[in-house]
């Protein structure tokens, strides 16, 4: 990406641009047990460690909870009580749907649902909650035990198959087995979580440390070519031009890392203020038109005058601005054009940035928005970019409530269309 040089020259100083089963269909005694009731860039600063990155579930499930989904009572009765004995705590719905929306609110490890059932049967349930939740193991009973029906089953997503007649035993080995399956998901997934925190936390101690250094050396190397004028051979300003190229790169990365694991940070926009974007997008423009990138681009801008305000403060909108037309700029062609629009549509600000550049081939759109993805054509191998810029647009966008979209056609040119909430008129921050 290209950064808005007055938004980086504080930063840097350069300016470079997250049952009794047995018999159960027989007869057997049942005991009714109570039912327990269903209960432009602002300077990234050294902060602490991001806690708010990944947040980890706020209230862990409960992990000896188990929902049973049947429309037979007995066999609700009896699965409740083998699995209170063992230790569960047991919620139990007659059909689907009750089943469904309980489901959503707690999440619980397990879950035990009849294939035949009247309105929704349990396939339906598998695939729907398969749709909030990929690890809740689920159990399947059926009195029509068939290889297909279990094939069918574990197709739709469930854990494991239980024929009827089952006994209490073999429901808790299952039961017991679906647990300890679901519980070494999640401690995979936590363990992933905090490596991915650890080595975040990483990357921006390191990123640190290396910004005053590499500021350091490319400010000697500015000085040097300055006082040095004419004294130097060719050869020596073009090895210390290229130098300074790398250490911009260096800094840019690190610019954009940093400003990255701010916004992971949480709380990064001000949420409440209120700005207009013409100016800023103005500022940008003027800016990057400097940029000797932009000598041969038209750039047309068409904001209307009345524009409301948009939520969300200077510097955010800023960053998020100056990312799209720096890409703009950066990602088109000698004598093409970009345009930036903006209209009020249906309560949104939406801004149209748009060029005419080289465009982005189809299968590398749905990852644009992923840390450090570049795309590889032989038209950007020598285009320099850290592969940040886009997810801080994203992340920008998110935490002020819009939304960004792209098209793109290879040699044709790319549109990146975001839409952003009107502030509430409060302060202005423009
Ligand atoms: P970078 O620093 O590499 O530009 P970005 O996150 O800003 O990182 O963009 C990610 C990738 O998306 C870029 O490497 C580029 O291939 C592609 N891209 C972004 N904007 C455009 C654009 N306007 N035109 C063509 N390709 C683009």
Redesign the pocket.
């Known amino acids: 990406?290209i950064l808005n040089k007055p938004l980086l020259e504080p930063a840097a100083g350069v300016a470079q641009p997250r049952q009794a089963a047995t018999g159960v269909d027989s007869r057997f005694d049942c005991t009714l047990y109570p039912r327990v009731q269903n209960r432009g860039i602002r300077q990234p600063e050294v902060r602490p460690p991001m806690a708010s990155l990944n947040p980890i579930q706020a209230s862990p499930p409960e992990e000896k909870l188990v929902v049973v989904i049947d429309d037979d009572e007995i066999m609700r009765l009896s699965c409740e009580q083998i699995l209170t004995k063992a230790g569960y705590r047991v919620e139990t719905f007659a059909n689907g749907h009750d089943g469904i929306r309980r489901l959503r609110e707690i999440r619980p490890p397990l879950l035990v649902v009849d294939i035949k059932m009247p309105e929704l049967n349990g396939f339906e349930v598998i695939r729907s909650v398969r749709q909030f939740d990929p690890d809740m193991a689920i159990v399947v009973i059926t009195g029509y035990a068939t290889i297909e029906t279990a094939v069918d089953a574990m197709k739709a997503g469930a854990y494991d198959f239980l024929p009827k007649p089952f006994t209490p035993g073999e429901l808790r080995m299952i039961i017991e087995r679906g647990r300890e399956r679901w519980r070494l998901i999640k401690e995979a997934q936590r363990l992933r979580r905090e490596k991915e925190e650890v080595e975040r936390r990483f990357i921006t101690l390191v990123s640190h440390q290396l910004k005053s250094p590499l500021v350091a050396v490319k400010q000697y190397l500015d000085v040097m070519l300055f006082s040095l004028q004419g004294q130097l051979p060719d050869k020596a300003v073009e090895w210390v031009g290229r130098s300074q190229a790398r250490l911009v790169e260096m800094l840019t990365l690190i610019q954009?890392w940093l400003a990255l694991s701010k916004i992971e940070g949480g709380s990064w926009s001000d949420l409440a203020a209120s700005t207009p974007l013409a100016p800023i997008v103005a500022d940008i423009v003027q800016d990057q038109r400097l940029l000797p990138l932009a000598a041969s681009l038209t750039i047309d801008v068409a904001l209307p005058a009345d524009l409301p305000p948009v939520r969300g403060d200077r510097v955010s909108l800023s960053m998020l601005v100056s990312?799209?037309v720096?890409?703009?700029i950066?990602?088109?062609r000698p004598g093409g054009s970009i345009s930036i629009a903006s209209t009020l549509e249906n309560g949104w600000v939406k801004l149209v940035?748009r060029?005419t550049?080289?465009?982005?081939p189809q299968e590398?759109i749905p990852h644009?928005f992923q840390e450090f993805?570049?795309?590889k054509t032989p038209e950007?191998q020598d285009?320099?970019?850290?592969?940040?810029?886009?997810?801080?647009?994203k992340r920008i966008v998110t935490e002020l409530g819009g939304s960004i979209e792209v098209s793109?056609e290879e040699g044709q040119?790319?549109a990146?269309v975001v839409r952003l909430p009107v502030a509430e008129m409060k302060k202005e921050t423009g």
Request: aromatic share 10%; with cysteine.
């Open positions: 990406m954009d990312n799209l720096g890409n703009a950066k990602y088109n940035v060029d550049g080289i465009g982005i590398y644009l993805f570049r795309v950007t285009i320099p970019g850290t592969g940040l810029g886009l997810v801080i647009c793109s040119g790319t990146f």
